[in-house]
Each structure stands twice: as C-alpha cells, then as structure tokens.
C-alpha cells in the first residue's frame, strides 16, 4: 500500500504543475483578450486601477514566492498582461483620467504596501489585501457609474476567479499566510464580478 502511494506522489506533483500553468494560460488568453478590447477602444479601464494593479501584482508575486507557492505561474502571467493592458489604456488617452479618488487610492494603496514590507505580523497579509481592495476602487466606481461597461467587462473577473480557485487548488501544501492572501485575493475578484453584473 504504501508504495502504491510512493508511486502516485509524482502524478499528483504533475497533476499540481498543470492546474497551475492551465490557470496562468487562462489569465494570460483572457487579459491579453482583454488589453486588445481595451486598445481597440471597445471597452475603457480606469488607469490609476491598472497602473496600481501591475504594483500590487509585481508585489504580489513577491509575497507568493515568499509564502510557499513554488508554482506562481499565474502571477507572473497577471504581471506582463497588467502591463500590457496600461500600454492599450495609453493608447486611447482621452477615455482615462485621474480624480480625488484615483489619488486618495494611490495614497491608500501605497501606505498598505509600506506597512506589509515593514511589518513581520499577520497585520501585514491584511495591509496587502487593503492596498489590493484600493486599487480596485477607482474601477469598481466606473463600473457602478456605467453598466454597459461593467456588464462588458464582467468576464475578465470571472476567469480571474476561476484561475484564483484553480491556483489555490494547485499548491499541494497550504500555508496560512498563503491561504489569508488566495482567498482575500478571491474575495475582491468576486466583489468586481458582482458590480459588474448587479
């Protein structure tokens, strides 16, 4: 019986690298899709939400590495595309802006990210998720402002949700400082999904 099990261990490795690379190729068809929508001027993103997104992605790649996730397939992939997606926003310059909002998010979203670097506690999983929450806000309000365009965009944050759950469902051995972030990360995706389609 037990070697039975020994010789399972590396398909479930496999089984594990492959969710976690389905879900990075998921991300990277649907936000490059995405970037293209935006580039062609069919749909509009907020600028500070996207410049803001490629901070916390850069960092948040940093904090799965460092909190156990060998396979980050999917946060390099949201990275690259969060880049190329503010390439397309430049591109149409009259369709973004930068209001009150838009900065007090920057502010908000920079002082989380300095607490989560300078702190060594739990407080820090949840300074990071903070600063995750803001720099969705200046997109979340273009949403509730315009239906049309929340309604258009709502696919983009559904197949982030799918790839989140595919991700956490890839790391074989939970830590819960991985489990706090994953989840907390699900939960704003979800949050978009819903404006975006109430």
């Known amino acids: 019986m037990n070697l039975e099990l020994l010789t399972l261990l590396p398909h479930l490795s496999m089984s594990s690298k492959a969710l976690s690379y389905t879900a990075g190729i998921l991300v990277a068809i649907s936000a490059t899709a995405y970037a293209f929508q935006v580039y062609r001027a069919h749909l ?30 999917i946060h390099i992939v949201w990275v690259v595309t969060d880049v190329l997606i503010c390439f397309a926003i430049l591109r149409n310059t009259a369709h973004w802006h930068w209001k009150h909002i838009e900065t007090l998010s920057l502010v908000a979203c920079i002082t989380s990210l ?15 998720l ?17 239906r049309t365009l929340a ?48």
């Open 44 to 73: 509009h993103a907020n600028m500070a939400t996207w410049l803001m997104v490629v901070l916390i992605d850069g960092f948040g790649l940093v904090l799965a590495l460092a909190t156990g996730n060998s396979n980050p397939a």
């Open 130 to 146: 903070i600063a995750c929450a803001f720099t969705l806000l200046p997109q979340a309000i273009q949403y509730w402002k315009n």
């Open 151 to 198: 309604r258009k965009s709502a696919w983009l944050w559904i197949v982030n949700s799918i790839a989140l759950v595919m991700t956490i469902l890839s790391v074989q051995s939970l830590t819960p400082e991985y489990s706090i972030v994953s989840l907390g990360l699900l939960v704003l995706n979800l949050a978009m999904v819903l404006i975006a389609l109430r």
């Open 114 to 128: 300095t607490l989560w670097v300078t702190t060594d506690s739990a407080f820090s999983l949840y300074a990071y």
